[in-house]
C-alpha cells in the first residue's frame, strides 16, 4: 500500500512521513478516525514507508524487496491483530494468526477499507463480537521477541483496538511500556471513549478525519470510472465514508433501501397502522444487523438534516429529488420539542442491535415510540 493509493488526506500523509524524515518515530502510535477514514490504509502505507530500502520524500517506492512484500502482505516483519472469535474453521483458541488468509483477502475485497461488520462477515461470525484476546497478545510479546528478520523495524498493526479484551489488556499494556528494540506498534481505532486510557496515555495519537468530498471524487473515478449525476450521488450518500462509497461503486451501486424504507417507516409510524407496521418489523427484522445499523443511521442522518432544513440552512444539505421532498414534509414533524427524542431513539436501537438485541422487538418498540414522538409539540420558549 503506498500513500499514493490512498486518496487526499493530505495533512495526515505529510504528518506521518514528516516522522520518518526527522528520525522521530514514536514507538507506539494510535490513528483514531471514523469509519471509512482510511486509517488502516495509511498504518500499513506509513509501515511500508518506513521500511522502503528506496523511499522519496513524499512515497515508498512500491518495487523493492521490501515493498514487494509489503504490496502482498507477506512480510515477516509485517504483523497484524484483529478481533476474532470461535468459528466452524477454529473452534476454540482463537487467533489472529489462524485468520490471516482472510484477513488479507478482506483487505483486498475492501481495498484495504474494512469495517468490523465486514470482517465479521468474511469469518462468518456476524452473529457474535470478536475480541482481541489474551492469546494473542501473547503473541505478540513471542512474535515480538525474535530478531528482526530483515527490515529496519518489525511493525504490529492492531486494528480495533477497543476491542480489546479487558483480560489481555495488561498484556498489551506491558509490552507497549517495554517494547522490544525496533518495534513499531500502530493502533487503529474508531471510538476512544471505548478505549481504556492506559492504553490511549501510552500512543501517540493521530487523529484521523474522514475524507473530503474531492479525495472520495478522485477515487470512485479513477478506480470506478464513476463519473457525473451517478458519482456526485454516491459523494452525497457517503458523505466522507470511503467504505461506503468502495461499496456502492463495486456491489451495490447506488442505493435508495434506506431512503425509501425510512419513507415507508415514518408513514406506517404517523398514522399508527399497527397491522402495517407489524408486516414492516418482520421484513426489516431480516435484514441483518449491519444494514438494520445503517438504516438507523440514515434515521438520524434525517433528524439532523430536518432541523438544518427547519432552520434554513439548506446549503448543508446533501440531498436531491424525491429524497429532498420528503426531507422537506418530514421535517415539519421534527422540531425543538422532539429532535433529541428521535435521536435518542435511533441511537438506542443501534445500542442494541449492534449487542445482539431481538430486531423484531427493538424495531416494533420504537415504531410505537415514534407515533408517540411524532404527536409531541414544540417546546415552548419562555423568557
Ligand atoms: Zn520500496
Given at each position: 500500500?503506498?500513500?499514493?493509493?490512498?486518496?487526499?488526506?493530505?495533512?495526515?500523509?505529510?504528518?506521518?512521513?514528516?516522522?520518518?524524515?526527522?528520525?522521530?518515530?514514536?514507538?507506539?502510535?494510535?490513528?483514531?478516525?471514523p469509519?471509512?477514514?482510511?486509517?488502516?490504509?495509511?498504518?500499513?502505507a506509513?509501515?511500508?514507508?518506513?521500511?522502503?530500502h528506496?523511499?522519496?520524500?513524499?512515497?515508498?517506492?512500491?518495487?523493492?524487496?521490501?515493498?514487494v512484500?509489503?504490496?502482498?502482505?507477506i512480510?515477516?516483519?509485517?504483523?497484524?491483530?484483529?478481533?476474532v472469535?470461535?468459528?466452524?474453521?477454529?473452534?476454540?483458541k482463537?487467533?489472529?494468526?489462524?485468520?490471516?488468509?482472510?484477513w488479507?483477502?478482506?483487505?483486498?475485497?475492501?481495498?484495504?477499507?474494512?469495517?468490523?461488520?465486514?470482517w465479521?462477515?468474511a469469518?462468518?461470525?456476524?452473529?457474535?463480537?470478536?475480541?482481541?484476546?489474551?492469546?494473542?497478545?501473547?503473541?505478540?510479546?513471542?512474535?515480538?521477541?525474535?530478531?528482526?528478520?530483515?527490515?529496519?523495524?518489525?511493525?504490529m498493526?492492531?486494528?480495533?483496538?477497543?476491542?480489546l479484551?479487558?483480560?489481555?489488556?495488561?498484556k498489551?499494556?506491558?509490552?507497549?511500556e517495554e517494547?522490544?528494540?525496533?518495534?513499531?506498534?500502530?493502533?487503529?481505532?474508531?471510538?476512544?471513549?471505548?478505549?481504556?486510557?492506559?492504553?490511549?496515555?501510552?500512543?501517540?495519537?493521530?487523529?484521523?478525519?474522514?475524507?473530503s468530498?474531492?479525495?472520495?471524487?478522485g477515487?470512485?473515478?479513477?478506480?470506478?470510472?464513476?463519473?457525473?449525476?451517478?458519482?456526485?450521488?454516491?459523494?452525497?450518500?457517503?458523505?466522507g465514508?470511503?467504505?461506503?462509497?468502495?461499496?456502492?461503486a463495486?456491489?451495490?451501486?447506488?442505493?435508495?433501501f434506506?431512503?425509501?424504507?425510512?419513507?415507508?417507516?415514518?408513514?406506517?409510524?404517523?398514522?399508527?397502522?399497527?397491522?402495517?407496521?407489524?408486516?414492516?418489523?418482520s421484513?426489516?427484522?431480516?435484514?441483518?444487523?449491519?444494514?438494520?445499523k445503517?438504516?438507523?443511521?440514515?434515521?438520524?442522518?434525517?433528524?439532523?438534516?430536518?432541523?438544518?432544513?427547519?432552520?434554513?440552512?439548506?446549503e448543508?444539505?446533501?440531498?436531491?429529488?424525491?429524497?429532498?421532498?420528503?426531507?422537506?414534509?418530514?421535517?415539519?414533524?421534527?422540531?425543538?420539542?422532539?429532535?433529541?427524542?428521535?435521536?435518542?431513539?435511533?441511537?438506542?436501537?443501534?445500542?442494541?442491535?449492534?449487542?445482539?438485541?431481538?430486531a423484531?422487538?427493538?424495531f416494533?418498540?420504537?415504531?410505537?415510540r415514534?407515533?408517540?414522538?411524532?404527536?409531541m409539540?414544540?417546546?415552548?420558549?419562555?423568557?
Amino acid at each position: 500500500m503506498l500513500f499514493s493509493d490512498i486518496p487526499g488526506q493530505q495533512k495526515i500523509k505529510q504528518q506521518l512521513i514528516g516522522t520518518v524524515n526527522d528520525e522521530r518515530i514514536s514507538h507506539a502510535q494510535m490513528l483514531l478516525g471514523p469509519e471509512g477514514s482510511g486509517k488502516l490504509a495509511l498504518a500499513i502505507a506509513y509501515a511500508q514507508y518506513i521500511n522502503c530500502h528506496n523511499r522519496t520524500d513524499d512515497d515508498a517506492c512500491g518495487y523493492c524487496p521490501s515493498c514487494v512484500k509489503y504490496n502482498k502482505l507477506i512480510h515477516p516483519d509485517l504483523h497484524f491483530v484483529y478481533p476474532v472469535a470461535v468459528t466452524q474453521k477454529v473452534d476454540k483458541k482463537p487467533t489472529s494468526e489462524q485468520f490471516l488468509t482472510e484477513w488479507r483477502q478482506t483487505l483486498a475485497n475492501t481495498h484495504y477499507h474494512p469495517s468490523l461488520m465486514q470482517w465479521y462477515e468474511a469469518i462468518g461470525i456476524e452473529k457474535k463480537q470478536g475480541i482481541i484476546n489474551a492469546d494473542d497478545c501473547n503473541n505478540i510479546i513471542h512474535t515480538l521477541n525474535y530478531k528482526s528478520y530483515e527490515s529496519d523495524y518489525k511493525v504490529m498493526i492492531i486494528w480495533m483496538v477497543e476491542r480489546l479484551f479487558h483480560s489481555a489488556a495488561p498484556k498489551l499494556l506491558k509490552i507497549l511500556e517495554e517494547p522490544p528494540d525496533r518495534t513499531l506498534f500502530i493502533l487503529v481505532a474508531e471510538n476512544h471513549e471505548q478505549i481504556i486510557n492506559t492504553i490511549i496515555s501510552r500512543t501517540q495519537i493521530v487523529k484521523i478525519p474522514k475524507y473530503s468530498d474531492e479525495a472520495v471524487a478522485g477515487y470512485l473515478q479513477q478506480q470506478f470510472g464513476k463519473e457525473g449525476n451517478e458519482r456526485n450521488k454516491m459523494i452525497n450518500l457517503a458523505n466522507g465514508n470511503l467504505k461506503e462509497a468502495i461499496e456502492m461503486a463495486s456491489t451495490t451501486g447506488v442505493d435508495d433501501f434506506n431512503f425509501t424504507t425510512f419513507r415507508e417507516w415514518m408513514r406506517l409510524c404517523y398514522k399508527g397502522d399497527y397491522k402495517a407496521l407489524y408486516n414492516f418489523v418482520s421484513k426489516i427484522s431480516k435484514i441483518g444487523r449491519e444494514k438494520q445499523k445503517s438504516f438507523l443511521n440514515y434515521g438520524l442522518k434525517i433528524v439532523r438534516h430536518s432541523l438544518l432544513n427547519h432552520y434554513g440552512k439548506h446549503e448543508l444539505i446533501r440531498m436531491d429529488g424525491e429524497e429532498l421532498q420528503f426531507l422537506q414534509k418530514f421535517s415539519n414533524f421534527i422540531h425543538s420539542g422532539n429532535a433529541a427524542e428521535f435521536a435518542d431513539l435511533f441511537n438506542e436501537v443501534s445500542y442494541h442491535i449492534e449487542r445482539n438485541g431481538n430486531a423484531s422487538v427493538l424495531f416494533m418498540d420504537a415504531s410505537i415510540r415514534a407515533n408517540k414522538i411524532m404527536a409531541m409539540k414544540p417546546k415552548q420558549i419562555t423568557t
